[in-house]
């Protein structure tokens, strides 16, 4: 079965410092898609980031930027310079790529600090 | 893009009561999921729809559950009757199945829902 780790259940960094969060999952496919997902106090479910699994560099979006190794099946999420607006939880996804449904993993909850 | 839209976005409503949630997609969007979130089970994939079709609904968790799509643009959740434990917040989110980006899932705002 495919399933999705995240082993820190909460976290904390201060302001303008950088931090990881992991991933970890569990598949036998070679195609498919990985993803960050983020969820601040308002509830609403935000993408933060995506990788393809067939491509090899790792992606960016601006501040976060992820490590992919695609041989160890770990998928970590790199927030640079984090703001008071970063905090919030985090959820890693495991998307197959034949359209199915996501698996998800139970989120990290992260505390940016002034 | 209006995004995915939901309606409510608060619910309360007394135990026994019909509960309806509805949602529409992304426009030009082909699969749609619904989701529901609580502090003790986290993140639960009740329902997922391609082309209006329910594909899989293993994650519903009993009869009271009921979700329909009867056309591209709408989907609703209903529940009935009611109970305390369904309290929750409930999500909808959409996924093209075609083009740059048919892999990722947008969500709407959610439904808090509380059954007194």
């Known amino acids: 079965a495919q399933t999705v780790t995240q082993s820190q259940p909460e976290m904390s960094v201060q302001e303008a410092e950088t931090v990881t969060l992991s991933c970890t999952y569990d598949?036998?496919?070679?195609?498919?898609?990985l993803f960050w997902y983020k969820q601040p106090p308002s509830r609403q479910m935000i993408l933060v980031i995506r990788q393809e699994a067939y491509k090899q560099q790792n992606a960016t979006e601006n501040r976060f930027s992820v490590n992919f190794q695609k041989a160890a099946k770990s998928f970590s999420l790199k927030i640079s310079d984090s703001q008071l607006g970063d905090t919030a939880m985090y959820f890693c996804a495991f998307g197959p790529g034949n359209n199915r449904k996501l698996i998800w993993g139970l989120g990290t909850s992260l505390a940016v600090n002034p | 893009d209006a995004g995915v839209i939901q309606s409510p976005r608060h619910e309360v409503t007394e135990m026994g009561q019909e509960v309806t949630l509805r949602c529409k997609p992304i426009?030009?969007?082909?699969?749609l999921f619904w989701y529901r979130q609580t502090m003790m089970r986290g993140l639960e994939l009740l329902i997922y729809?391609?082309?209006?079709?329910?594909?899989?609904d293993s994650g519903m968790p009993e009869d009271r559950f009921s979700a329909k799509m009867p056309n591209a643009s709408f989907s609703t959740l209903k529940i009935q009757p009611s109970e305390p434990r369904d309290s929750a917040v409930y999500f909808c989110a959409s996924r093209g199945l075609a083009g740059a980006g048919a892999d990722t899932q947008y969500f709407g705002p959610g439904t808090r829902l509380t059954v007194l």
């Open positions: 598949t036998s496919e070679s195609n498919y898609y």
């Open positions: 729809f391609n082309n209006n079709v329910p594909i899989d």
């Open positions: 426009s030009g969007h082909n699969s």
